[in-house]
């Protein structure tokens, strides 16, 4: 059967909400986006119906919660064709993901090595490697974009010619939509003989991931920004690296052995996993990933560019608006300004209006002064959005206008 975006939405309880009197349009699925009730439905089947510690109860519930929580880490292995369950490290997101690797490169960087990343980061995948790097005193290197929202990749393969230990670059930038070529990069990188990560925040619901054909060496998403529950993320990393890279947090279920003064570190991927885990979460986001995996990708994709195409067409028609990042391979993001008003001023006139979008630097502020601009407003869009939203976006940016003028 092809993609039919009104079953889609029948699916998701939260998009039939009113927003004072107007149908919530949902237009801020790169900050998270809305779950199907199928992950809903396991959230609350996993605290009705099993709700247990996993890996050491001697009861039935305990068995079965260990069992899913395992089962759920085989189908996010399976999702990103990793070459082993052991590489996949649950995490509360990509913000710890990425922590839980510069945590440990800190270790591993010498004076007189850099580590490289782009004016595109998130902060998420800056301020960490600024920290490893201030801790070694190891030099972080910021590879330019063009004023499309580009990585400058001749700037990027002169960067590397210095002693690069990592390399680090968003799959899908949240503020512009670039989807960089992450293929490409990261033979470049490897070609260097550095590390790489990508952080696949923004990639991950909108692109095909295939760990073991990409080559790099980490790659980071977020369950909530995939169909699925908040708090939860996932570090995939390779075997050889991760088996001896530095332990971060420390605790239960991380050890082998413990006496008073030490203690050995348990096998991959549990020495990366202190603590009790988030059960529920990691069994609601193998529940999202199976949704998702249930449409034709192709379509989807299909669908997610059709809605960027139609909103670009009618940003580039609307006078006194400027699209803010317009590379030639983009998804999900239309970021803009507008001569009429702020950013926030915007936002909260659209969201009257029961448009839900979001405004401000988006966690890139160096890139916001970078492109000159205090902040954008950002529409962006999931498997579920229609193209009558996308008009009633434009229709009330048009009221919005008239507001402020
Ligand atoms: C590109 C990118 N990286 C990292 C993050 C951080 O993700 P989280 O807050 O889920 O850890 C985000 C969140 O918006 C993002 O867009």
């Known amino acids: 059967m092809s993609f039919d975006v009104n079953q889609v939405r029948a699916q998701f309880p939260i998009l039939a909400r009113k927003i004072d009197d107007n149908p919530l349009v949902y237009l801020d699925n790169a900050a998270t986006t809305q779950k199907p009730q199928c992950v809903i439905d396991a959230l609350v089947e996993y605290y ?8 050491r109860g001697a009861h039935r519930l305990a068995d079965e919660a ?9 189908v996010v292995a399976e999702f990103i064709n990793a070459n082993k369950r052991e590489e996949i490290v649950w995490t509360s997101g990509t913000t710890e993901s990425i922590n839980l690797v510069s945590h440990g490169l800190a270790q591993y960087l010498q004076p ?7 004016e595109m980061e998130h902060h998420a995948d800056l301020v960490t490697w600024q920290q490893a790097c201030a801790k070694s005193g190891a030099k972080l290197v910021v590879v330019p974009i063009n004023d499309e929202g580009e990585l400058d990749l001749v700037a990027f393969d002169t960067a590397l010619a210095q002693k690069t230990r990592l390399v680090a670059f968003p799959h899908v930038s949240n503020a512009l939509g670039t989807v960089n070529p992450i293929a490409l990069l990261t033979r470049i990188a490897k ?18 991931v295939d760990v073991q054909a990409l080559g790099c060496d980490f790659y980071a998403f977020s369950a909530h920004k995939l169909y699925g529950p908040m708090g939860m993320g996932v570090l995939w990393g390779r075997e050889e690296l991760l088996k001896d890279w530095p332990v971060w947090k420390t605790g239960g279920e991380m050890i082998a052995t413990v006496t008073y003064q030490s203690a050995t570190w348990n096998q991959l991927p549990y020495k990366f996993e202190a603590g009790t885990p988030n059960v529920g979460g990691a069994i609601a986001t193998a529940r999202a990933i ?16 059709a809605l960027l195409r139609a909103a670009t067409d009618r940003a580039m028609d609307f006078q006194g608006l400027r ?33 839900a979008i979001r405004t401000g630097h988006h966690c890139a502020e160096p890139l916001m002064n ?7 407003a950002r529409a962006s869009f999931a498997i579920y959005n229609t193209l009558d939203e996308v008009e009633a976006l434009f229709d009330s940016l048009k009221k919005v206008q008239m507001m402020l003028e």
């Open 290 to 305: 199976q949704w998702l995996s249930e449409f034709n990708f192709a379509e989807v994709q299909a669908h997610e560019a």
């Open 66 to 74: 260990t069992k899913k929580f395992e089962a759920a880490r085989d």
């Open 112 to 118: 007189g090595e850099q580590v490289v990343v782009t």
């Open 191 to 208: 070609e260097a003989g550095a590390w790489v990560m990508i952080d696949g925040a923004q990639g991950i619901a909108h692109e095909s």
């Open 323 to 355: 699209i803010i990042g317009s590379a030639e391979h983009k998804a999900g993001v239309l970021s803009f300004v507008m001569d009429a008003g702020h950013p926030a001023d915007i936002g909260f006139l659209l969201d009257r209006q029961g448009i």
């Open 48 to 55: 009705t119906q099993y709700n247990a510690n996993v890996h």
């Open 370 to 376: 970078r492109l000159g601009v205090p902040g954008t």
